[in-house]
């Protein structure tokens, strides 16, 4: 049988399954501790590790090469290629979710250690929705469990969550979990974790710019006093940016470069 070729981790940039220096009883030791029961690993995001956790969970330090005045504030991800992932395994699609939930769970840990104040995520597409009724079913239910299961690690951990989108075509089970999560870590201030769901950038710019016109029309704004900051505030994101700031490093897991109409306005 031919070698597959495994997703490149996000705490290390490295290819899963192959050793790089490590000995072979760390590699061993690292894969059984990043993986608990059923692919789940059991250092929730968000959870603050001591050192000895640090240590056992071969998480890496700021490289020296990096300069921590030189790290992004504000980093998006496109979460990219899971199916493509999947598929080349022969597994069903759900596990190629199971894996990116891992790597959001393990890139939120870094940047909550290497104090990167924003992650937004773009995690289910407007375009999605054309996917297969089933596909989509358990891509929710996959999100539903995984937000009930890490909401006390994020509590703890200082996370913050945040959704936008088209939120309200989601199914009321998903929502209802949502809104619990957004209250409980409402007062959390270590990072902020946001969620575009049902999200199309191109969409949101038209809701925006309609709703602009619409308020010229009425007279309530004249057209000369239309600036950039007038679009922002009628943007899904407009309460997420004022706070954190445009993205000033954005990642697709792939390695594609394609925007894929996510924040569009928002990347410089």
Known sequence: MSKRRAPTSFSTGRREGVKTGASKKKFMKWQAIRKGTMGQAKVPVG?????????????????????????????????????????????????????????????????CE??????????????????PVSEVEALFALMEQVLKQELPALQEGGVRLHFFGDLERLPTSLQVAMRRAVTATSANDRLVLSLALGYSARQDILRATKRVAALVASGEMKSADITSDTINQHLSTHTLIPEVGDPDLLIRTSGEQRLSDFLLWEVP
């Open 47 to 111: 959870k603050k590790l001591n050192s000895k956790q640090k240590k056992q969970n071969l998480q890496l330090p700021l490289e020296d090469s990096l300069s921590s005045l030189k790290l992004p504030n504000h980093v998006a991800v496109i979460m990219d290629g899971n199916l493509r992932w999947a598929k080349s395994r022969k597994l069903p699609h759900i596990q190629g979710y199971r894996e990116g939930v891992i790597s959001l769970r393990e890139l939120v840990r870094c940047c």
């Open 114 to 131: 290497w104090n990167i104040s924003a992650v937004t995520v773009f995690a289910f597409s407007f375009d999605n929705w054309k996917r």
